[in-house]
Structure formats: structure tokens, C-alpha cells
């Protein structure tokens, strides 16, 4: 067993599906890394022993007998309280005020930060990422549900209550707009989220007699990644899809920049992978809607951190600060 | 003639339609006014010219011999830079860069800091209005066109350019919306503005047979003091026109807390004198839109001090800076 002097702390992203740990140095480097699930129980002090026993294993398993302090990003989470509040996408998190931070703390003895998981990913990029040098950008992150982390001067925005920044659930659809978890109607979420990319190729389908190589699934199995490979095989509704997916995304882009006026907006999550065919509908709509002043000017990013490192670095910071 | 021994700044809010120019004391008060046109001329080396003649003949007249310096909030004004760029509500702002603050501080030899009317609003509003104290918010500002100046943790903020805070021109109605002076379709400020209420008159009376005081006039000259008139005589026309603006309102404020998550959302100009016939609506499809957090969390203001103080008072804050 090894035994390491040097400072550690663990950062933890934690998904709708899964929760990722990792070891970070003081470099940023992830020394080890492992993952749970985060949606096989309803009950969150289950899922806090779940999380608690997996740090405690990849420590030992690295030979670690002390580390700092624990970073988490979670969807809903606020810096301010240590909570978890109406987290409606995670399994245990519907109700409207869980003490995350302090039973997790109780749990394992250490002290544990929390914010949101996508300003955690914000403050990874900026940290480490496609944000370096960049003191005002807006990150979203297009996973289970849209979330965004918000960088004002290099420091992340809180608002007057620690929830600012949940752009997934800006309304894009007045009439008629999809039905969102969260309650409301017509959230940018549930267009541009995975699952929102999901629900467009079912409602295409349903709605349509064109053929797609889409309707080799049953519909209600189909996901984004099938999307995305259908595309990637030259299917037009498959790519019809990305293109609506990225126009969605580009209006609410030129909405967010009329605000906080931002250098760039960068995009974290596997939709991201589909690359060029996200990337130019959104870019195209963004500038067709910005004012004269920012047309062609604000930058969009893609994420080129590993898959779950952004969040899991960003968490870490907050760490070092405990 | 008094001789001044203190210190005292101008503050100046350039608006559409008049310059309201504002000697002030270090305690914030307006101890002399007055105003000139800013319409009357699309030179803007003429109105810089008029303007800075109204600051001298106003400071003569109160006896001053010195003053520390100027404060300009104006349309599109960039804090910055000290420019004017894309003015399009000014009559001698279309023009991409004006540099308005050097142009002004060489005509009269005084230093001039500059910044947009609606943070300059902000600022007079955070100092000596109704957002005392209140270290998170959104001024909205309902002039002739719709201005925003958004206050970050007690400070204005500018984003990476200077230009943040045009929320006026983020989009409201993405199918055949109204078009709007900037060259966009749909603004806020098409449908909230005192003129987007009174080409919501136009077109209600327009496009239907109902009887309506506001048909005593020529549709083209209706303004929304027309109409708050006639609603304050029961008018049903005129109520449901203030209804649909605050509506337009509330669902935009839904969005804009979502992003910075203020405390309050505070209403400056003329058309608040509607008082509950637009604060109601506002209230209600605010509340309607929020995610359920910041349902009857969020307050909404209206601004108490007298008509344009706010901005001059804000603008003067800059000048204190110099």
C-alpha cells in the first residue's frame, strides 16, 4: 500500500443515472476514478451510504489515508445551504429540501462542499478546459435534463438564493409546449435535453409515414445515441432532428447573451458528440437572433474534457476551498 | 451669484425624446434641473453641442464654478469604451460608434464617464430607491423603448464587452412577431414598450368591431397614455391591453430569474403610473412561469422616485468615480 503525503481531494459528479468519483492532485490531474449508480434506490440516505462507501473503497484503493475535503456537483444543489432541493431528474431527489452536504459529512467524517453539477462543470472548464482565460462564458450541459453554471468576471453566479442559472427551464414553447418534470411547459429541456432528442424522433415518427432508419426501434426505446448513429448514417429525419435540436438551442443562446453579454458559450455533454451536426444549426440560429453588435462575435465551445472530468474537476475545486 | 465650496457632479439621462440634466450633491440630492430635446437633430456633434450647452447654463445659473464631473446614462451607451453604438431609438444614434464621452469632454473640458440609461436607473435605484439594500436585481425600464440594467452582488453588470443587459431585445414571440427598430422580430420591447402598448391599441381595434373610448382617436395617434386613460375609466379594451402587456412581462421575468435569481425585479417609467392594472398581470404570469422555488419568492417594484431621477441620480454615481 502506498502511502501519499501530498494534499488530495475527491470530486463527485453526480448524474440521473450514475454518480462519478474521482481523486484529483493538486495539478487537476484525476488520479482514479470510479462510478455508481445513482437511480437503483428512491431513498436518499441509501444513496449517501452508496456514495460514502465508494469514496472510502477507491481511497483505500489508492492508498490514500487522508484527503482534504469532498466537492460535490449535483442538479439542484445549492452552494449556499449544502442542499438538494426539487431535484425532480434524480430518483431520491423530488423532495424540497435534502441536508445532502451534512449527511454526507455525518456519513464519512469529512468536510463536504456542494453546488450545482453544472456550475461545477463551469468552474471545471474554466479551471481546466475550453473556458481557460475566459473570465465571462455561460456553460450548458446537455445530459439526462439541460443544466447551466454561469461565469460572471471568473466567478460563478449564485443569485441571492444560490439557484441561479436554470436555464434548462427557460420557456422556448409558449403554447403547447412539451410537458417538463419540473412542472412547467415547454422548458428548453425537454427539446434539447437527451431525452428531449428522444421524445422529437418518437413525436417524427408518430406524426409522419417517412422512412427513417429510426423505425428500426420500438419508440419507446429510442434514444439519443440512436439518434445520433442514424444521423452519422446519413438518415434525413435523424439529422432533421439535430437541426431542431440546435435551432432550439441557438434562439435560447441569443436570449442568454442579451443578458450577460458572455465571450462563449460552451456545451458539455454526450449531444455534444454529434459535433458539426449540433454545432452549425446552433451557431446559424444563435446569430440570426442576436443583436447587430454581437452577430459573429460570441464564441461557441465545445467541451474537450473527458466525458464527466469537467464536473468532476469543477467539484474538486470547491474542495480546495473547504 | 452663490459661490459652492463643496463638490458636486451632473448627471445626465439622455432618453428618446429629452436630456434631463441634474446637478447633484454628495448626499445624492437633485438640487437643480433641467431638460432639453434630443430629437430634434440627427447630428449627434449638434446634440453634444446643445447638451453641453444646457450643463454650462445650468451650473451658472445654480453659481457654480466647478464641477467634478459628468455622469451620461444613455441608450446603448457602452461603460467601457464611453461610446454610443446602435442607437436605433436615438435619432442621431444609428451609427455603429459614437464616441460620445470623448466628443463630450472635449466640448467642455470636464471629465465624463458614460454608461446605458437602464444601469444607470439601476445604480440610482440600488443608491436612493426602492432596491436599497437589495443586492440582487433587475431593473426594467419602460420608456419608449425597453432598457434592463441588471445588478450582480451590488454591482452592475457589464459581461465581456459592456453590453450585457439588453433584455428589451430578447425574443418574446418567435412566429410573426412584431418587428422591432433593432432589425430582430418579436422583442420584448415590441410588446412592453410605451410603444408596443400602443400599437397593441392599433391592432385590437384594427382587427375587431368592440367599442372602445380609444376610438374617439386616429389610430395613429393613440399613445399609451391614451390608453392607461381610458382604462382608468373602465375601458375593456384598454384593461385587456395593460393585461396582455403585463402578461408579455411576467413571462419574461419568469425566464430572467431564472437566470440570475434576483430578489426583486424593479419597473421604472412612465407606464408603471398604471400601477396594479399592469402590476396584477405581471405578478400573476410571473408566478405562473417560475419554477416552484421562487414561486411567491420573487418581489416585483415599482420605482418611487420621481420620474427620472433614477437615472440621473445613477449617471451622477459614475461622475463621483472620475
Redesign the interface.
Known sequence: MKTLEKPYVVGIDVGGQTAKIGVIDTRGSVLSQMAIRSDDTTDVDVFIGNLCGAVTKLCKSYGLKHIRGIGVGVPNGNYYHGTV??AVNLKWGGSKHIEFAKKMRHNIGIPVALTNDANAAAVGEMTYGVARGI??FIMITLGTGVGSG?I?DGKV???????????G???VV?KNGRPCN???KGCLETYTSAMGVARSAREILETTDRKSLLRNFPPASITSKDVFEAAMEGDEIAKEIFEFTGKMLG?SF???V??????AIVLFGGLTKAGDLLYNPIVKHMNN?L????KG?IKVLFSTLKESDAAILGASALAWEL
Chains 1, 2 share one sequence.
Open positions: 432541493e426539487n473570465r465571462h454561469i460572471i453566479l449564485y443569485g441571492h438564493d444560490g439557484f441561479a442559472g436554470e436555464l427551464h427557460t420557456t409558449r419540473c412542472g412547467k434562439e441569443a436570449d442568454f442579451a443578458f450577460s453579454a458572455p465571450e437572433n443583436l447587430e453588435l454581437w462575435k
